[in-house]
């Protein structure tokens, strides 16, 4: 036979069982350092058995004392860290801010009927050691509100949504007023629980916890 046609040559029945050997040996061989990279991708996005998800962040001394500038005609901003536990990243913190703003529990439910009775009502306190404290993000779509010292309110730049200091909605687009977000102190730190709430909806439909 031309040595360029050797390929065609089946070859004699040894040779061929042989070869079929060989090519499920080589088969087989894949399957298993496959499963020896699939396994461990896998169980890494698995969250570790004992992951203990805390939704409470704990600002720091400093950040805790400032919300003691808030007066009655100031809210004040209070920047602290997300701190969040999952399997994917382990721990991580993000840097976020909210409004804290000084006022009594008669006083939010006089602005703020809708957050103490019916579909609005909020699971937690929305008042704590004398603070209510709004999450910064504007409930329309999403933009960051500010302090107007000026008018006395909080107005969102991107549509001009306008809130009294309570958070009630005043005018513009959005269909509620201020989210306001748990706050607590707890075995003498004070933590805030960071929620997003759903964007233009005139209900709070929780989208996000921690
Ligand atoms: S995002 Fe604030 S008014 Fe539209």
């Not at 061989?29 to 020896?36: F, K, P």
């Not at 399997?87 to 000084?102: I, M, R």
Request: aromatic fraction near 10%; glycine fraction near 8%.
């Amino acid at each position: 036979m031309a040595h360029a046609e050797a390929y065609k040559d089946p070859g004699t029945p040894e040779e061929q069982t042989r070869r079929t050997f060989m090519a499920n040996a080589v088969i087989a061989l894949g399957g298993v350092i496959g499963l020896g990279l699939v396994i461990p991708l896998a169980t890494s996005l698995l969250p570790p058995a004992d992951a203990t998800p805390d939704q409470w962040s704990s600002l720091t001394p400093e950040e805790a004392a400032a919300f003691k500038k808030a007066t009655d005609k100031q809210p004040v901003k209070v920047t602290f860290h997300v701190h969040e536990t999952n399997g994917y990243l382990g721990a991580t913190d993000t840097e976020q801010f909210v409004w804290g703003v000084k006022a009594t529990e008669q006083q939010m439910e006089q602005e703020r009927p809708e957050l103490f009775k019916g579909a609005d009502k909020v699971p937690y306190p929305v008042v704590n050691m004398g603070f209510v404290v709004f999450s910064p993000i504007c409930p329309h779509l999403g933009c960051k509100y500010t302090w107007n010292t000026a008018q006395n309110k909080f107005l969102c730049p991107c549509h001009g949504s306008i809130y009294s200091e309570l958070g009630k909605h005043e005018a513009g687009p959005a269909l509620r007023g201020l989210d306001p977000l748990p706050l607590r102190e707890f075995q003498g730190k004070v933590q805030i629980t960071w929620i997003e709430y759903k964007f233009n909806s005139p209900q709070l439909i929780i989208q996000r916890v921690g």
